[in-house]
């Protein structure tokens, strides 16, 4: 059974930084592909970025330039580092991965930007 625990949300000002962490185990991140969604209240739930099982990353127009996606050595944790924060990123951040054709999701983590 596949686990994902994100982390590392919270309240910040406009322009503050933060930095998500999507931990796993069995060192999935080196053997498929991740991504992070955000839904933000009445939106639908979109593509924030994407990291394959090496090192090629993908970012949504919206946060490119700011938004930096990367995984420890043993694969067993993604970050999102998350820089000059505007309140349009508030949303639930999510992490999930596809493992033979199956989409596993984390719970989501709560990003609240202040103006």
């Known amino acids: 059974q596949v686990q994902l625990v994100e982390s590392g949300g919270g309240l910040v000002q406009a322009g503050g930084s933060l930095t998500l962490s999507c931990a796993s185990s069995g060192s999935i991140f080196n053997k498929n592909d991740m991504h992070w969604y955000r839904q933000a209240p009445g939106k639908q739930r979109e593509l924030v970025a994407w990291?394959?099982?090496?090192?090629?990353?993908y970012y949504e127009d919206p946060v490119k330039g700011r938004f930096t996606i990367s995984k420890d050595n043993d694969g067993n944790t993604v970050y999102l580092q998350m820089n000059s924060l505007k309140p349009e990123d508030t949303a639930v951040y999510y992490c999930?991965?596809?493992?033979?054709?199956?989409?596993?999701w984390g719970q989501g983590t709560q990003v609240t930007v202040s103006s």
């Open positions: 990291l394959n099982s090496g090192h090629d990353t």
């Open positions: 999930k991965i596809d493992i033979n054709y199956k989409e596993y």
